[in-house]
């Protein structure tokens, strides 16, 4: 097959079931123009509400010479489509489905063969999200940095994303939204927020997806939701095949330097437009890498920046699931005098004030979203939360110093018993590492508006002064804590302007609202724990063998690389020892002509 460089480019109006115009622009290769005899192509199709076409020029000439159609819709309201702009709410499959209108004119013009594959990240992933739950046939997918549910992105835990929500309207005209959002703060099937809503049409997803997104993305969660719910139980030709790739990265899925962490120069091994490129080339031509053989998951490990060494972390593994098998819940129980102990210990009441007028300032976080924002402010990726020490209205708690690095990887969960004095507040945890040098750089955050403490689709009256049980579950991460570091867990009610600030009125709600009172909130400890999803450096072992390098175990005593007997093992000392009865340490291996450390416990 001989592919042509030349491209042509010319847009037409696609008519909307409520007779709505829809604007497209059509790239198409040589190939496809030269007549009904000439052999249709597969089309890129990508739905936006921006003035631009999802990639570069360069990379749309670049498709259209491998012989696919390009085709960039934008959304309702914006760039010569014409209605009011409501942004998503419909794209999905409520009254309006526009890109499944889109999609069925792509499959009735003479170029189209019959395939049709989706790109593009942010709002453009989002697109590609609520298409795929109208139940349209797509050939594959590539959603990155977006999610399978729009209100938890807006809402987790039944707390405003206040930053993130009144930014990006803004930039995009639809402040008018807000209206929307504020009216239905709770979920339910029956507001717009089902049409947007992915866990609830899983069987409707019918093709394989290339989920992407950074560990510090504003949309991480979504991603995983989706990769996890869809590959069990998607519809036919989705579930099963479904891929994942986490970075260590923000918005942009390219930068190593993120926050206050500049990760090894193995952070910028992965290519998104290359997974992208390759991931379309084989579902609809075959070519390109074999999916098929490739493990589903593809994940950064993070970890200590000051050290070198990216043997334990900072480093990509690789998984079939996520989290990988064999993860074991570490608790870590709050104690009175500010520790994560191994076991529970006397209860205790800590109490402190939380007041709306002033909030906990944002330091570091997941609200970047690309645009005119600067990526380098400090409310943005892994930052140094030690500024918060010196405020009254935050708990702190800290291990002992590590003696041995600390695995974890998924999602951390903080079940915690608290009250309040008033009739409705927030209380958030934030998991950081404690660096040696006293930096407290954040790894994952949770927040949870106290009403909503049973679900984000009820709420339940809150009494002066009862004690409440509840959980709030942190973001996913994937993060190596140093030996010498400390796990510290910071737990407050507010942080602003990253979230809405709770009036504490149990009023319904409402944004900026001017009525506020002060709360008196308290932890109970003894009774609560942070549960921390960790692995043994089995984890990486697996992954070196998976990559064919030769492994060695300590096993009883004795150590095997491989399966088979080590040629010779030397103690610490440099003295030749007997492969039986090894005393806890650290010895080195010969096995195929290399000398390997070994650590028997």
């Known amino acids: 097959m001989v ?39 597969p089309v890129i199709l990508v739905r936006t509400p921006y003035d631009t076409f999802g990639i570069g020029p360069s990379y749309i000439d670049y498709l259209t010479g491998l012989g696919y159609a390009y085709v960039v819709s934008t959304f309702r309201g914006y760039w010569g489509s014409t209605g009011v702009r409501m942004p998503f ?22 170029w189209y063969n019959g395939q049709i594959c989706t790109l593009g990240g942010s709002a453009l992933g989002f697109a590609q999200y609520f298409l795929g739950g109208t139940g349209f046939q797509l050939t594959c997918m590539a959603p990155a940095v977006a999610g399978i549910n729009l209100y938890d992105e807006v809402y987790p835990g039944g707390v405003f994303r206040k930053f993130i929500a009144e930014y990006w309207l803004n930039a995009v005209g639809a402040t008018h939204m807000l209206d929307t959002i504020e009216r239905y703060y709770i979920y339910s099937d029956t507001t717009p927020w089902f049409a947007v809503n992915g866990y609830r049409r899983l069987g409707y997803y019918s093709s394989p997806m290339l989920h992407l997104t950074g560990w510090y993305d504003a949309f991480t969660e979504g991603a995983i939701g989706g990769f996890q719910r869809l590959q069990y139980e998607g519809g036919v030709g989705a579930a099963g095949n479904q891929y994942l790739v986490v970075g260590p990265w923000m918005h942009d899925l390219t930068e190593r330097t993120v926050g206050d962490l500049t990760f090894p120069p193995n952070a910028s091994n992965v290519s998104v437009p290359v997974f992208v490129l390759n991931w379309i080339l084989y579902h609809t031509r075959g070519l390109g890498w074999d999916w098929d053989t ?41 104690t009175s ?15 402190y004030t939380y007041d709306p007028e002033d909030p906990v300032p944002s330091i570091g976080g997941y609200d970047y979203i690309g645009g005119a924002i600067d990526r380098d402010s400090i409310l943005f990726g892994p930052r140094d939360l030690s500024p918060w020490d010196g405020r009254d209205d935050v708990l702190r708690f800290s291990s002992d110093t590590l003696r041995e690095p600390l695995i974890v990887v998924g ?13 409705d ?9 404690e660096y040696p040098d006293g930096r407290v750089i954040l790894v ?50 507010s942080k602003f302007p990253s979230y809405e600030p709770n009036p504490n009125t149990g009023a319904p709600f409402q944004i900026d609202d001017p009525v506020r009172l002060v709360a008196n909130n308290s932890v109970i400890t003894g009774l609560s724990y942070l549960t921390l999803p960790t692995y043994g450096p089995e984890l990486l072992l697996r992954e070196r063998e998976r990559r064919g390098e030769v492994v060695c175990r300590a096993i009883a005593g004795s150590v095997e690389c491989g399966g088979v007997e080590p040629e010779a093992i030397y103690d610490v000392a440099g003295r030749r020892r007997n492969n039986r009865g090894l005393t806890p340490g650290v010895y080195f291996v010969r096995t195929g002509g290399r000398l390997l450390k070994v650590l028997v416990r």
């Open 89 to 110: 709410l419909t794209d999905g499959w409520g009254t309006l489905q526009d890109g499944y209108d889109v999609a069925s004119w792509i499959a009735s013009r003479p």
């Open 411 to 423: 999602a951390p969960e903080l079940e915690v018993a608290v009250s309040t004095d008033r009739y």
């Open 337 to 351: 005098d500010g520790r994560l102990a191994e076991a529970p210990e006397d209860t205790s009441t800590l109490t």
């Open 425 to 433: 507040t927030d209380f958030m945890a934030f998991l950081a590492d």
């Open 444 to 493: 994952s955050e949770g927040v949870l508006k106290l009403r909503n403490r049973n679900g984000t689709d009820r709420e339940d009256p809150v009494s002066p002064g009862e004690i409440y049980r509840i959980r709030i579950r942190l973001r996913n991460t994937a993060y190596v804590f140093n030996t010498g570091h400390r796990v510290r867990l910071y737990i407050t009610s």
């Open 3 to 41: 592919f042509l460089l030349a491209s042509v480019h010319f847009n037409a109006n696609v008519i909307a079931r409520d007779g709505e115009t829809l604007k497209v622009y059509v790239w198409l290769p040589d190939s496809a123009l030269s007549g009904a005899d000439t052999l249709p192509v």
């Open 294 to 334: 490739m493990p589903k998951v593809l994940f950064y490990l993070m970890g200590d920046v000051s050290v070198p060494d990216t043997t334990l972390f900072n480093r990509w593994v690789r998984s079939d699931t996520f989290p990988p098998r064999g993860g074991v819940p570490t608790e870590w129980y709050l």
